[in-house]
């Protein structure tokens, strides 16, 4: 198992930037993927974006070209910097470490609002 803790949200005006930071209580170098997904009120959990331990990522139609999903192993961190932030990014995120079939862990979320 994994603990994760997000932080970086806010509330931000359209078409602004924000960094989020999910750190990790152990090691990421060898857990399968990490990831962040989102969820606004009323709606699903959604992923937006993906990081393997490869290296290779995947995002959610909705963020390709705006988010990116980058990692730093030897902090046990991994970021997510969002930028042209639309009022459809309000949501809270959530880290995920997926390395079943042994263990996924969620972070607490943090809340990001993107309002004018």
């Known amino acids: 198992q994994v603990q994760l803790v997000e932080s970086g949200g806010g509330l931000v005006q359209p078409g602004g930037s924000l960094r989020l930071s999910c750190a990790a209580s152990?090691?990421?170098?060898?857990?399968?993927?990490m990831g962040w997904y989102r969820q606004a009120p009323g709606k699903q959990r959604e992923l937006v974006a993906r990081i393997t331990s490869a290296g290779s990522t995947n995002y959610g139609g909705s963020v390709r070209g705006r988010f990116t999903i980058s990692r730093a192993i030897a902090k046990n961190t991994v970021y997510l910097q969002m930028n042209s932030l639309k009022p459809e990014d309000t949501a809270v995120y959530y880290c995920?470490?997926?390395?079943?079939?042994?263990?996924?862990?969620w972070g607490q979320g943090t809340q990001v609002t993107v309002s004018s």
């Open positions: 995920n470490a997926d390395n079943l079939p042994s263990f996924s862990s």
């Open positions: 152990r090691s990421i170098f060898s857990i399968n993927a």
